[in-house]
């Protein structure tokens, strides 16, 4: 990343919207004792006693790689 880009920090609420996912998704897949746990997802920073912020451009980046459902070759068959 460049040192002039900006850094932009996501409220839970905003993951939510943004990427399409719950809040239950989003800890599942921090947990490592949950079956959804991943590994690779970005973790929160935390701001405060009660307060996280997610990184943008890392939640971006972990979404884009994952794969997609419904593809048309599959609907093609």
């Not at 839970?12 to 947990?31: H, T, W």
Request: net charge positive.
């Amino acid at each position: 990343m460049d040192a002039s880009q900006k850094i932009y920090l996501l409220k839970v609420p905003a993951v939510e919207d943004r990427f399409q996912v719950s809040k239950a998704g989003i800890y599942a897949r921090l947990n490592p004792a949950d079956p959804a746990y991943d590994p690779d997802f970005p973790a929160p920073i935390r701001i405060g006693k009660n307060a996280v912020r997610f990184i943008e451009h890392e939640l971006e980046a972990y979404f884009a790689t994952r794969p997609r459902t419904g593809s048309k070759t599959a609907a093609s068959k």
